[in-house]
């Protein structure tokens, strides 16, 4: 009598399902899993999945309450067809074939089962060996982690979830040399970290790697000097020829307000210039000296700017150019 009930109460209503905008993709060999879910998530929402299982079955006519027997199994056979149905339209044209000797969704159901549930202990251990050799490589960790992520949510759905520790240890694997800082921290953790957080701490550690990567990055910025020849009366012995230079990166500060005054550096014995500007008291600026003149009878120059690189319009003006010719 019970049994009675539960069926009346199963078919007060017909159930038309609409595969197609339900189901989001057809079932093929290798979408068993997703679309058993899918299905099976329909069937349960509509009170629908004890046909498929076998729960309910058929009823049977009664002669002695022959109208009501019958209008119950009319009624469970056009539930059972409309499921059949829902299921020979979800599934793609390579597949569609081998249910087209199934009365009941019961026997379709099943059939799939037996064809396709058998394989997801292989399409696990396929999973499982993806995630042990996917690498970061050239990926951003955003798109690493997104990866990782889909294959293991396809475990899941196949029954083989993956625990936090596992991920957690999969995706620390697959970061690479650049990402040692962090990793040991994390598997120093006594408790397991889900993967939000991982997701939220390699992000972090990511950006900054960024930083440290663009400080580093900041181009060298050399200077030039620029020696001018010039020519100045001396007193009995003739004629002087001295070079003035001038920094194009530094002003010469000291001249203003104190034009008299020239200082004398006692390192290098040079005048007009202190510590601060002189060359030899720091060797990594680079410079260069260029020499330019009109012509003078007195052919000797001599060129003592402390320049690293020197520049001249005439070879002869350079001392390098006479010791070759020698």
């Not at 004398?264 to 060359?279: A, G, M, P, V």
């Not at 002869?316 to 070759?324: A, D, T």
């Amino acid at each position: 009598m019970s049994s009675s009930a539960s069926i009346n109460s199963t078919l007060d209503q017909i159930i038309t399902i609409n595969s197609a905008t339900a189901i989001n993709e057809k079932l093929t060999a290798s979408t068993f899993p997703q679309w058993r879910a899918q299905f099976e998530a329909l069937l349960i929402g509509h009170d629908l999945m004890n046909f498929v299982t076998g729960d309910l079955q058929c009823p049977v006519i009664d002669t002695e309450n022959s109208v009501v027997s019958k209008a119950a199994n009319s009624r469970w056979i056009r539930q059972d067809k409309l499921i059949l149905h829902a299921l020979l339209a979800s599934t793609s044209t390579t597949i569609t074939p081998l249910l087209a000797s199934c009365k009941t969704s019961y026997e379709a159901w099943n059939k799939l089962t037996r064809l396709y549930a058998g394989k997801s202990r292989t399409r696990a251990m396929q999973l499982k060996e993806d995630l042990t050799l996917n690498h970061r490589g050239s990926r951003t960790v955003t798109e690493f982690l997104q990866a990782i992520k889909l294959t293991a949510d396809e475990l899941a759905r196949i029954d083989h979830p993956v625990t936090n520790d596992d991920l957690t240890l999969y995706v620390l694997n697959g970061l690479g040399p650049d990402y040692r800082e962090i990793v040991a921290p994390i598997r120093a953790k006594e408790h397991p970290i889900r993967f939000e957080e991982l997701h939220d701490l390699l992000i972090g550690h990511e950006s900054y790697l960024c930083r440290l990567e663009q400080q580093t990055m900041q181009p060298l910025v050399p200077t030039t000097n620029f020696t001018q020849r010039r020519h100045f009366p001396a007193g009995n012995n003739g004629q002087r020829f001295y070079s003035k230079s001038h920094d194009s990166t530094k002003q010469n500060t000291y001249n203003l307000g104190f034009r008299k005054y020239k200082p004398k550096y006692q390192l290098c014995d040079q005048l007009s210039h202190t510590t601060k500007t002189c060359s030899k008291n720091n060797s990594y600026d680079f410079s260069a000296n260029c020499a330019a003149s009109s012509k003078s009878k007195d052919s000797k120059w001599l060129v003592d700017s402390a320049a690293s690189h020197n520049m001249t319009t005439n070879l002869l003006n350079l001392s390098i150019h006479l010791n070759m010719m020698v």
